[in-house]
């Protein structure tokens, strides 16, 4: 049976949603992430700003060398997770079978809706006005028999884009002259090697067979060579199907080099960590600290709970816990928490000092602030501990203090 996948993707997506907000923005070259004199990198920016060459993960020093006169932001995360929101609440109205990897992005398998909704076209521009409608925001999406030809077809016309390739033979037309980049999965290590083998565009990586390419590359051959033959045999996932992590990561405009200021930074994390987690109705069994130094050495330590947990309270003391355990030897410019080993229906293990009214209290107090999140923002509430590492960070290194809701 002949699948139908649609990929959805919104146009320059936190760069659109601030010239919604704001229409004086409109048709000036903005770039989202860091200001030009902090560290970081673009998130997104407009398209007035890519014809100057900025691009998505473009270190901001280099975007300001090439748009020194763009308009430079930092992202509203909770605004844009809530627009997100809205966008994947549509796309589940027409399929189980989603794969949303950014919140700007997804997969559809519509092959088994299209009884009710019509054509896998019909779907696609339905899809298109109903986030129109509801976000005022335009996106492209690509029609495809599978995951690569959708991505490709929305990546077609954009923005605000339609495109459907239908099959192998239409696809293989279509990118037979196109450099080998256009296929997933070539980096600039792959790309130099294609280069020495005089592999330029795909139709050079055809005139090679499969038992060639893999001597070459190993398994990256063998996918190349049936991408470039138009075959992809990734299946999207029912929405059923679990998570593997969770987490959020900061990194500090000043390294830190106080253990005090790095538990300041650690307690505002579990509180956006604990955010996401409920949100999504799961509870982790396994919390991960990750750490950078200055010199960008990685490090991370974990530790599995005898409870399942997604309290902020002890997201933060098992990450605080690890982070003194591993006792930093130089400054530590980035600070992450991550979860893992979820359930849906957490278990608990009480013991005889422990009172499960006061964890009931606890769970019902954690449903009424995720309630309060949703509708005002996740800095409407704060508790005392969180003020004080805010107030500290803030007085300590004034660039450094991430609020809880970006």
Request: proline fraction near 4%; glycine fraction near 6%; charge should be positive.
């Amino acid at each position: 049976m002949k699948r139908w996948i649609l990929h959805v993707d919104m146009d320059a997506f936190f760069a659109a949603v601030e010239v919604r907000d704001n229409p004086a923005l409109s048709g000036k070259p903005l770039i989202i992430g860091a200001l030009p004199s902090e560290r970081g990198v673009v998130s997104t920016c407009s398209y007035e700003a890519r014809t100057f060459g900025v691009h998505s993960g473009m270190s901001i020093k280099e975007a300001y060398r090439l748009c020194p006169d763009g308009i430079y932001m930092h992202g509203n995360f909770p605004k844009y997770q809530a627009v997100s929101d809205e966008l994947h609440r549509i796309l589940r109205e027409y399929t189980d079978q989603t794969l949303f990897i950014a919140l700007d992005e997804g997969y559809l398998d519509v092959t088994g809706s299209l009884r009710l909704f019509g054509s896998a076209e019909t779907i696609g521009r339905q899809i298109k006005d109903r986030i129109l409608q509801t976000t005022r925001l335009t996106c492209s999406v690509g029609i495809g028999y599978n995951m690569m030809s959708a991505k490709l077809a929305s990546e077609e016309k954009k923005p605000n884009g339609f495109f459907v390739i239908p099959d192998e033979a239409f696809l293989m037309q279509l990118i037979a002259n196109r450099p080998v980049k256009v296929l997933n999965g070539i980096g600039s290590k792959t790309a130099a090697v294609l280069q020495r083998y005089q592999i330029r565009c795909v139709r050079d990586l055809w005139s090679w067979s499969l038992p060639q390419l893999e001597q070459l590359l190993g398994q990256t051959g063998r996918e190349l060579f049936l991408r470039s033959h138009g075959v992809d045999e990734r299946v999207i996932p029912t929405a059923q199907a679990a998570a593997k992590s969770y987490g959020k990561e900061v990194t500090y405009q000043q390294d830190l080099t106080e253990l005090s200021d790095m538990e300041s930074c650690l307690r505002l994390i579990a509180r956006r960590v604990s955010i996401g987690l409920q949100r999504q109705k799961l509870w982790c069994r396994t919390v991960t600290l990750k750490f950078k130094y200055d010199n960008l050495q990685l490090h991370t330590r974990s530790r599995t709970l005898s409870n399942d947990t997604n309290d902020a309270d002890i997201l933060f003391e098992t990450a605080a816990s690890l982070l003194r355990e591993a006792r930093p030897s130089r400054p530590v410019r980035l600070l992450g928490i991550s979860t893992a080993h979820f359930t849906a229906e957490p278990t608990q293990q009480l013991s005889l000092t422990e009172d499960s009214a006061r964890q009931q209290k606890k769970r019902k107090l954690n449903d009424s602030l995720l309630s309060l999140y949703d509708r005002f923002g996740s800095s409407i509430i704060k508790t005392g501990r969180e003020i004080e590492s805010e107030q500290r960070l803030e007085e300590m290194h004034p660039d450094s203090a991430p609020p809880i809701d970006r």
